[in-house]
Nanobody, 128 residues
Framework: QVQLVESGGGLVQTGGSLRLSCTAS????????MGWFRQAPGKEREFVAT????????????YYTDSVKGRFTISRDKAKNTVYLQMNSLKPEDTAVYYC?????????????????WGKGTLVTVSS
C-alpha cells in the first residue's frame, strides 16, 4: 500500500520558517515528480511547488507558484524517498493545509489531475 506521510507543520509567526517533510512508502518514486499543494479554508487546493527527476542522474528541476518564489525551496532525497519544502519569510496568507503529492509522470506538474497519490496533509498556521 502506497503512503505519503507529511510532517513539520505547525504554528509560526509572520516572517518565520518551517520545513515540511514527506516520506513515501510502499513504492519508490524516483521516476516521478513529487511536490506540494495547499488548501486554505474555503478555497480550492492550489499548486505550490514541484520537483522532477531525470532518470538515473542526479539532475532534477523545480517549479514554484509565483507567490512563493524566493521564499520556498523544494528538494528531494532519492535514497530516503522523501521530499522537503523549506518555507521562509512566511506570511499569514501561507496559512493552509499542505499536501504532499506524487505525480503520474517524471516531469513537473501543476494540476491535481496529474497526481496519482496524496498525503493526508499537515496544517501550517502563520500568525500576524
Amino acid at each position: 500500500q502506497v503512503q505519503l506521510v507529511e510532517s513539520g507543520g505547525g504554528l509560526v509567526q509572520t516572517g518565520g520558517s518551517l520545513r515540511l517533510s514527506c516520506t513515501a512508502s510502499g513504492r519508490t518514486f524516483s521516476s516521478n515528480a513529487m511536490g506540494w499543494f495547499r488548501q486554505a479554508p474555503g478555497k480550492e487546493r492550489e499548486f505550490v511547488a514541484t520537483v522532477s527527476w531525470s532518470g538515473g542522474s542526479s539532475y532534477y528541476s523545480t517549479y514554484y507558484t509565483d507567490s512563493v518564489k524566493g521564499r520556498f525551496t523544494i528538494s528531494r532525497d532519492k535514497a530516503k524517498n522523501t521530499v522537503y519544502l523549506q518555507m521562509n519569510s512566511l506570511k499569514p496568507e501561507d496559512t493552509a493545509v499542505y499536501y504532499c503529492a506524487a505525480g503520474r509522470y517524471s516531469g513537473n506538474f501543476l494540476s491535481t489531475y496529474d497526481i496519482d497519490y496524496w498525503g493526508k496533509g499537515t496544517l501550517v498556521t502563520v500568525s500576524s
